[in-house]
Each structure stands twice: as structure tokens, then as C-alpha cells.
């Protein structure tokens, strides 16, 4: 049952990753763009810079789930060297229990902001601000079924290998 989650998760958070990516490429586009016609054409775009800022938000809240998953978050490495190895796993869990707990209020919170902002538009574009709102509970949904995959294959020690060959920390890279 675990290896079936981490196998469905370990696709999950590599497909969450390359839309992170793609967006990250959007990103500069369209940054680009908006210098482009700013000093090269003299017409400043009037939602360019919006809209890059969006997918930047929605970049940096999917790459979460990447970042988790690979255990590539900062942490404090002076409370492992100072604890005794058989306490690297009680370390872990109360970390993870508390991403966890963080990514859980995100949601709520990221829901009912979206929510209470859900008829005001993003500037120079007729769409709803809910839309960048919507990366902080996607995002930490992502973020936290991620980090369940980390943990649960630290804990059990479950490092099967993914479909396509490679080893479960290549298989994000």
C-alpha cells in the first residue's frame, strides 16, 4: 500500500515539477516581453507584469512540492549532529508534522482569500485575483503529498524505484 502511494506520488510531484518549470519559463517570456515593449518599443504592456508575477507565484507554490520531495529545504543540521542517530527519525517526524501542519493552514487560509477576493480582477486583465490566490492551497496540496512521500520513505525505508529506472532522489532531477 505505502509502495503504491510513493510510486502514485513520486508521478505526481514529477508532473507538478515540470508545470512549475514551464511556468518558470512563461515567467521570463514574458518578462521579456514586457522590457521589450517598454524600452525597445516605447508601449509599456499594461498586463504583462501581472501576469508574470501570477506565474511566478504559481511556480515558486507548485516547486514547493519538488523541493519537499527531494528534501531540499533548508534545515538545521546543528540539531542533527548534536542528536544521537536514533533521534534523526524523531527530528523528522516532528518537522514533518509541522510542514505539515503549516501546509494545511495555508490551504484553509489560501482558500478563504481566494474566496473573499474572487470578484476583484487582476490588473490590466479580466480575470479574477482568485486565480493567484489559488497557488497557496494547490501548491501546499501538492507540498504536503510530497512531503508524505518523503517522510513515509524515510521512515519505512521504501526506496523502490521508480517506473522509469532511475533512483526515487534522480527521479526529481
Same mark, same amino acid.
Given at each position: 500500500? &505505502?509502495?503504491?502511494?510513493?510510486?502514485?506520488?513520486?508521478?505526481?510531484?514529477?508532473?507538478?515539477?515540470?508545470?512549475?518549470?514551464?511556468?518558470?519559463?512563461?515567467?521570463?517570456?514574458?518578462?521579456?516581453?514586457?522590457?521589450?515593449?517598454?524600452?525597445?518599443?516605447?508601449?509599456?504592456?499594461?498586463?504583462?507584469?501581472?501576469?508574470?508575477?501570477?506565474?511566478?507565484?504559481?511556480?515558486?507554490?507548485?516547486?514547493?512540492?519538488?523541493?519537499?520531495?527531494? !528534501?531540499?529545504?533548508?534545515?538545521?543540521? &546543528?540539531?542533527?549532529?548534536?542528536?544521537?542517530?536514533?533521534?534523526?527519525?524523531?527530528?523528522?517526524? &516532528?518537522?514533518?508534522?509541522?510542514?505539515?501542519?503549516?501546509?494545511?493552514?495555508?490551504?484553509?487560509?489560501?482558500? !478563504?482569500?481566494?474566496?473573499?477576493?474572487?470578484?476583484?480582477?487582476?490588473?490590466?486583465?479580466?480575470?479574477?485575483?482568485?486565480?493567484?490566490?489559488?497557488?497557496?492551497?494547490?501548491?501546499?496540496?501538492?507540498? &504536503?503529498?510530497?512531503?508524505?512521500?518523503?517522510?513515509?520513505?524515510?521512515?519505512?525505508?521504501?526506496?523502490?524505484?521508480? !517506473?522509469?529506472?532511475?533512483?526515487?532522489?534522480?527521479?526529481? !532531477?
Amino acid at each position: 500500500m &505505502i509502495s503504491r502511494f510513493l510510486s502514485i506520488e513520486r508521478v505526481i510531484t514529477r508532473a507538478v515539477l515540470c508545470v512549475a518549470i514551464l511556468l518558470l519559463a512563461v515567467t521570463a517570456t514574458l518578462v521579456m516581453y514586457q522590457v521589450i515593449m517598454r524600452f525597445v518599443v516605447g508601449e509599456p504592456s499594461t498586463w504583462s507584469a501581472v501576469a508574470s508575477r501570477t506565474a511566478m507565484i504559481w511556480c515558486v507554490f507548485l516547486g514547493l512540492a519538488a523541493a519537499f520531495r527531494t !528534501q531540499s529545504m533548508l534545515r538545521v543540521e &546543528i540539531i542533527y549532529s548534536l542528536a544521537p542517530q536514533r533521534f534523526h527519525l524523531l527530528v523528522d517526524t &516532528i518537522i514533518y508534522l509541522l510542514c505539515l501542519t503549516f501546509f494545511v493552514l495555508l490551504i484553509y487560509l489560501g482558500t !478563504q482569500m481566494g474566496y473573499r477576493v474572487r470578484n476583484q480582477t487582476l490588473a490590466g486583465m479580466d480575470i479574477s485575483i482568485a486565480w493567484a490566490y489559488a497557488a497557496l492551497p494547490v501548491g501546499s496540496f501538492f507540498a &504536503i503529498l510530497a512531503s508524505t512521500g518523503a517522510f513515509l520513505e524515510r521512515f519505512t525505508g521504501d526506496t523502490s524505484t521508480p !517506473q522509469d529506472g532511475t533512483k526515487p532522489e534522480e527521479s526529481m !532531477q
